[in-house]
């Protein structure tokens, strides 16, 4: 078989999926095996991304919210040189190896975010799309594109199910973030079946309800019409845009390809051997890329190398232009930050009288606002309430990029995500809600946890003393099931100085959430030495 270099480099992803997968005896074939295309289209010719700094602070930012695909994500680092190897593919969803069975941040290099629950990789994209946005508006300037990347999600009918998705994608229509671009990896279908037994509606038009372009491939394996949609996607900068790629789940086994069970089973090894003689692959050997492939993937990495380097140049030139920008970037980025409210007086300020603890918090924040410049948050429509609006530093909406505060309706599953990434892309994130409704938070939270990223969470209403609205919004049982979730630290302080001490550990925290639990009630000022 005469193929394209191109050609053999989705095909070699393909067969270090199946490989590693095979070697595992365990895992998720269909979705890599599908998907093989979209991700070196995107990541090869598309993505602006550096395997030798996978931390480059304009990086374009690929999340994979099918993260039981992680074998496609593991494979394309592999390619690209972000230091896996084929010994670390080998040992795939084994204890203590780089490649566990689902991606985990902070553990894999090249790994944007913990990827479990379907649909939180959607929404934590559209947090990260947020930071984008709200950095570009402060920060950039013309001919200084300093904050300019795309934020990329890949996931499939599964995240599109979830309902922690639409909430997160009808916000992201509201805020027309245009550079979030959502490749729906559309095979229709899951575990039990063809999705027509649970879900059969027209998501385009969903949507397009939402505020999104959209924009459909109808052949998975066609990469010249999947660039082209992520170029007609980059060219609309008033809405995010969602692409349609209609593939086939376990493409190129001839015994498994479009069937349910190509998705979380190993082919066999009888399969894999037919998968790599359907696909032309010049070798039955495990984990076998000809060189002639890893010297073209090295050729692609080197793009992102020299996309680096320019923005090296223009961000030193930068400094020099905007002296006091560059000054807000660093405090940004500067995750110590709150520590000067230690010994700042004025934090530690209170009157003796009696005071609920919500409204000590809402004090705080607004003390904390100016140490801390990236602090940013809101509630889920609940402000008033919760006493977390920061006066003087505006509201973020799709005309006002740069406000701090952020409104996120309605929808605490979403907004538990959304803080995530906006964590993930360096900003200090608040959020808030009524106790009794932290249940609605806590997948997401277990996330941040498992991330170590230092989200606050503000609950406030934390007594059965609210029972006027009746046992619905008495929270009973919720203290103790966050407080069993580990590396989640949780306070309920009980006067202004615990207060003030419990956000100060919040704001500076570096590798853990921390929930504030918080009175609607005026607690008395206990007796008690001076600070």
């Not at 199946?18 to 595992?24: F, I, M």
């Not at 394309?76 to 490649?99: M, P, V």
């Not at 005309?399 to 605490?412: A, K, P, Q, S």
């Amino acid at each position: 078989m005469n193929q394209s270099i191109e050609d053999q480099a989705v095909n070699a992803i393909r067969v270090l999926s199946a490989d590693a997968v095979e070697k595992a005896k365990s895992g998720h074939p269909g979705l890599p095996l599908g998907a093989a295309a979209i991700a070196y289209e995107l990541w090869g010719r598309h993505m602006d991304h550096n395997a030798k700094n996978p931390l480059w602070e304009n990086r374009d930012r690929f999340v994979l919210s099918g993260g039981h695909g992680s074998v496609l994500l593991y494979s394309l680092l592999h390619l690209f040189g972000y230091g896996l190897t084929k010994d670390d593919l080998a040992h795939f969803r084994q204890e203590n190896s780089l490649t566990p069975g689902h991606p985990e941040y902070g553990h894999t290099p090249g790994v944007e975010a913990t990827t479990g629950p379907l649909g939180a990789g959607m929404a934590m994209a559209v947090g990260m799309a947020m930071a984008q946005a709200h950095l570009a508006a402060v920060f950039n300037r013309p001919d200084f594109p300093v904050a300019d990347h795309y934020t990329y999600v890949l996931g499939g009918d599964g995240c599109m199910m979830e309902g922690i998705s639409s909430e997160a994608f009808s916000l992201a229509g509201t805020l027309g973030l245009g550079k979030l671009i959502v490749l729906y990896d559309s095979n229709r279908i899951s575990i039990e079946g063809s999705t027509d037994i649970a879900f059969t509606e027209h998501v385009q038009k969903r949507m397009e309800a939402f505020g999104f372009q959209t924009i459909t491939v109808e052949d998975g394996n066609d990469r010249e019409a999947i660039g082209a949609a992520i170029e007609a996607a980059k060219a609309d900068r008033q809405h995010p845009s969602f692409i349609t790629v209609k593939t086939r789940i376990g493409y190129g086994c001839p015994e498994k390809e479009g069937k349910a069970s190509a998705h979380g089973e190993p082919l066999g090894e009888g399969n894999v051997v037919a998968l790599k003689r359907n696909l032309g692959w010049e070798s039955m050997e495990g984990f076998y890329v000809p060189d002639r492939v890893y010297e073209h993937y090295r050729s692609l990495a080197a793009r992102g190398e020299e996309k680096e380097e320019k923005w090296n140049i223009m961000f030193r030139e930068y400094r020099k232009v905007y002296p006091e920008l560059a000054e807000l970037w660093d405090r940004y980025h500067d995750r110590e930050a709150g520590k000067k409210a230690w010994d700042d007086p004025e934090y530690w300020a209170f009157d003796r009288k009696p005071e609920a603890t919500r409204n000590l918090s809402g004090v705080l924040i607004n003390r904390l606002k100016d140490m801390v410049p990236s602090m940013i948050g809101g509630a889920a429509d609940l402000a008033p309430s919760t006493k977390t609006y920061m006066k003087g530093v505006g509201d973020f909406s799709r005309t006002d990029y740069t406000g701090r505060n952020l409104h996120f309706g309605v929808r605490e599953q979403a907004m538990s995500a959304i803080a995530n990434g906006l964590a993930l892309c360096g900003l200090r994130p608040f959020v808030s809600t009524f106790f009794v409704f932290s249940d609605y938070t806590k997948p997401m939270a277990r996330l941040s946890a498992l991330m170590k990223l230092p989200v606050t969470y503000v609950f406030t209403h934390d007594s059965i003393g609210v029972g006027e609205d009746g046992p619905t919004h008495e929270p009973v049982e919720q203290l103790a099931m966050l407080r069993a979730m580990p590396n989640f630290h949780v306070f309920r302080p009980a006067d202004a100085v615990e207060t003030g001490a419990a956000w100060y550990y919040a704001i500076t925290a570096q590798t853990a959430p921390t929930a504030l639990v918080l009175t609607r009630q005026p607690l008395p000022w206990p007796e008690r030495g001076s600070m």
